[in-house]
C-alpha cells in the first residue's frame, strides 16, 4: 500500500463539512487549545496503564483502548460537545435520520511495535445499504502528535461514499500527521486504519463517532452512562448518548422519551404517548378521519 503525508492545510469549521463529503475527510487545525487536551491526557494516562493490551488482530494486540470516558474525565464533554463538530455530523447524517447520537467515545493507544491496522470502513459494522446513506462521522483528537513514524491514522481520501462499493484497488493512503488540538473528520463510509507504530513512543488519541439516531451504536451508551450518572450531564450531552426518544417510538421507557428516567421523581405507572414523524401522524389522522372518529 502506498502512504504518502498528510495535506497540512487548515480547514475552517464552515468548509469542513464540504471538505468531509467531498474526500470523505478533513483535518481542522487547533480546534482546542492543546492545554485543554493535556488535561484530558493527564486524566487518562492512569486508565491507560492499567487497562490490558487488546486480545485479536483487529483490535490489535499491541493497541489499548477504553470506553466510557465521560466517567473517566469531567473534560471529555469538551470534545463530545465541541459546536461546530456536532453540527458538521448533523449537517452529514439528519438526512436520514430525525436525531444523531453518540456511537462511541474511546481512548486508544498504539504501542511501538504495533503493526498495520487493517483497512476498513466503520460503517461495516451494519448490514445496511451502502453507497447511498451515510451511517456515522468519526473524529479523531490526538493526545500525542500523530507522526508518520508513530502510526497516526491512514486515511484513503475519496474512498467513501459510492466508492466504497467499487472494485479494485482503493485510492492512495495518506498519513494523517497532526498535533493535539487538531480535529481529524473522516465519515463512516471512508476507508482507514491505524499506521504501524515504527517509533519508540506510543501514539493516544480519544475517537469520538457520531451516528444515526436510529442505529445500535457501538458502545451500549445506557451501559456506559446509567440513569443516576447521567443525570448529572446537561440537558444535550445526556441526548447525545441516549436519553432521548427517536421518532417513530424507537428507545422509549415505557412508551415516553428515556429522559424521564432523568428526572428526581420517576412515576411508578406511565401512560405511553405517540412519538411519530410528521408523515405518520398524518397517516394516522386520515385513518380516523375516515372512520368517521
Keep these: 500500500m502506498s502512504i504518502f503525508a498528510a495535506p497540512r492545510p487548515r480547514f475552517s469549521h464552515d468548509d469542513a463539512a464540504g471538505q468531509l463529503m467531498d474526500t470523505g475527510w478533513s483535518i481542522i487545525r487547533g480546534a482546542l487549545a492543546p492545554e485543554k487536551i493535556e488535561r484530558l491526557a493527564t486524566d487518562l494516562r492512569p486508565i491507560f496503564e492499567a ?3 487488546c486480545t485479536g488482530d483487529f483490535y490489535g494486540a499491541r493497541t489499548k483502548r477504553f470506553g466510557s470516558l465521560l466517567r473517566r474525565s469531567k473534560h471529555a464533554a469538551t470534545l463530545i460537545q465541541y459546536p461546530d463538530i456536532v453540527a458538521i455530523a448533523e449537517h452529514v447524517l439528519l438526512p436520514w435520520c430525525d436525531t444523531i447520537q453518540l456511537n462511541l467515545a474511546q481512548a486508544i493507544a498504539i504501542h511501538p511495535g504495533a503493526p498495520l491496522q487493517f483497512p476498513h470502513r466503520d460503517q461495516d459494522m451494519w448490514e445496511g445499504v451502502k453507497g447511498e446513506v451515510e451511517y456515522l462521522v468519526n473524529v479523531m483528537w490526538p493526545l500525542t502528535s500523530f ?33 493535539p488540538g487538531d480535529a481529524i473528520l473522516f465519515l463512516g463510509s471512508t476507508l482507514h486504519g491505524a ?34 450518572f447521567a443525570r448529572t450531564f446537561n440537558p444535550e450531552l445526556a441526548a447525545l448518548v441516549g436519553y432521548r426518544q427517536h421518532r417513530p417510538n424507537l428507545g422509549n421507557f415505557e412508551g415516553v422519551c428515556p429522559s424521564i428516567l432523568l428526572q428526581d421523581d420517576i412515576p411508578a405507572h406511565i401512560g405511553a404517548i405517540d412519538a411519530l414523524r410528521p408523515d405518520q401522524r398524518d397517516a394516522v389522522a386520515e385513518h380516523r378521519r375516515r372512520q368517521g372518529a
Design 195 to 228: 499506521g504501524a507504530n515504527r517509533s519508540n513512543i506510543v501514539r493516544e488519541a480519544v475517537v469520538v463517532s457520531y451516528c444515526l439516531g436510529w442505529l445500535k451504536p457501538y458502545e451500549n451508551q445506557w451501559l456506559a452512562y446509567p440513569p443516576e
Design 51 to 53: 487497562t490490558p493490551y
Design 147 to 179: 507522526t508518520e513514524e508513530n502510526g497516526a491514522t491512514l486515511i484513503h481520501s475519496g474512498s467513501h461514499g459510492r466508492e466504497a462499493l467499487a472494485d479494485g484497488a482503493p485510492p492512495l493512503a495518506f498519513s494523517a500527521v497532526c498535533d
